[in-house]
């Protein structure tokens, strides 16, 4: 791959990231800075759900969060799905595109189960195995036959097998309780894993025959997944080693990174990846201008083990950063922190994992961004980092650089 296109594509997701500030400016939404310098079936949305944030200031326990670039969602215990942050392509799925610094609540279904959101799209599935997809939609990565952005939750195909979702800037893969994997959207850079065909697919298309997938995640114009083996398997773009397979170019089809077959979990982020093996240890490859492999200088094509310990538990990549739990329930980040996500009061880029605050009640569920938001044992909700459309959730766009609970309804 030429030097000029490795270029391009290392700065074609933050340009995607900030175009949702940009657009909302031009129409005359009130902005505030960043600083990234330091046919189909549809869920209903009652007209009491749409655009009024709970007044409650109770802290409802939370089962599951994603963090897209510029909105949060969160699913709680009782099943119910709620959103809130910027809402422009119609990613908070409320029926409109108006933002929302508070938790509003997506339809009236208490059968939401898994969740992920990225730059302006949120996929979901419910406990009977359907799969939902809402927001921008201009490469088909909604996967609803269409090019059509929505503002509600559109139900993806007949399908009452999915069992869980990623969702990136331009694909979305998902996995089915069947084993089988399957990928939508974009295919510039064999981010499908279909080979070079389709250039663009609006509808899920099967990747490869296999059966034995555990978990899939998506990067910009990347893709890793595990199968029930533990071996790792990445394609798509590697313009930074973010595939793990020594090389800075591309793979169309699913290919094996190394030969260990102790993968328990990985994440994809902007350019880079991180993954945990069976015995706790941590590991990282990719991009790494903020230090956002944990270690190492320059970028890594290859796994690149993060320091010496053996009791991480779940780790989660963005754009430039990276955070992980422990199984001690401590929680830690590295990389880019210029709008305080790495949540340490400060707004320092790490290269290696720092502690965030002193708490051992941290739990696995958890989402980064240029925001970050995690939970804790007891179900609270915490977030912190750039809070520019109010995807904190605490009703302000106030910034912060450390961890701060989230009222959600009791």
């Avoid at 269409?146 to 509600?152: N, V, Y």
């Amino acid at each position: 791959m030429n030097e000029n296109r490795v270029g391009r594509l290392r700065t074609r997701w933050r340009r995607a990231a900030r175009a949702a500030v940009a657009t909302a400016a031009s129409v005359g939404i009130t902005v505030l800075a960043i600083g990234l310098t330091a046919g189909a079936a549809t869920a209903g949305v009652s007209a009491a759900d749409r655009g009024t944030p709970d007044a409650s200031v109770a802290a409802g326990p939370v089962s599951r969060v994603a963090a897209g670039n510029l909105h949060t969602c969160v699913i709680r215990n009782d099943g119910a799905l709620w959103c809130w942050g910027n809402n422009f392509y119609g990613q908070l799925g409320d029926g409109t595109s108006t933002d929302r610094t508070a938790p509003v609540r997506i339809g009236d279904a208490t059968t939401w189960a898994r969740i992920d959101a990225s730059i302006s799209t949120t996929c979901a599935v419910r406990t009977e195995g359907t799969l939902w997809c809402w927001g921008s939609n201009n490469n088909g990565q909604l996967g609803d036959g269409t090019t059509t952005k929505r503002s509600s939750p559109v139900r993806i195909g007949d399908a009452t097998t999915w069992a869980s979702v990623s969702t990136a800037t331009n694909h979305t893969c998902a996995v089915q309780t069947t084993g089988t994997l399957w990928c939508w959207g974009q295919n510039r850079h064999g981010q499908l894993g279909t080979g070079a065909t389709p250039y663009q697919a609006t509808a899920p298309v099967q990747v490869g025959t296999a059966t034995t997938w555990a978990s899939v995640t998506t990067g910009y114009a990347h893709t890793c997944a595990t199968r029930t083996d533990g071996t790792l398997w990445c394609w798509g773009s590697s313009s930074d080693g973010q595939l793990g397979l020594g090389i800075r170019d591309y793979r169309a089809t699913p290919t094996q990174v190394g030969t260990a077959t102790t993968w328990t979990g990985v994440t994809a982020g902007y350019v880079h990846t991180c993954a945990v093996r069976a015995d706790g240890t941590l590991w990282c490859w990719g991009e790494n201008g903020y230090g956002q492999v944990g270690g190492g200088v320059g970028f890594q094509t290859t796994p690149l083990q993060v320091g010496t310990g053996t009791t991480w538990a779940r780790v989660e990549t963005s754009i430039d950063s990276s955070c992980a739990t422990r199984t001690d329930g401590s929680l830690w980040c590295w990389g880019n922190n210029a709008s305080g996500q790495l949540g340490d009061g400060t707004t320092t880029h790490r290269s290696t994992p720092t502690r965030v605050g002193a708490a051992t009640t941290w739990t696995d569920s958890l989402a980064t961004s240029y925001h970050a938001c995690t939970m804790r044992a007891d179900g609270s909700l915490w977030c912190w980092g750039d809070n520019s459309f109010g995807q904190l959730g605490d009703g302000t766009t106030t910034h912060r650089s450390t961890p701060a609970q989230v009222a959600l309804p009791g």
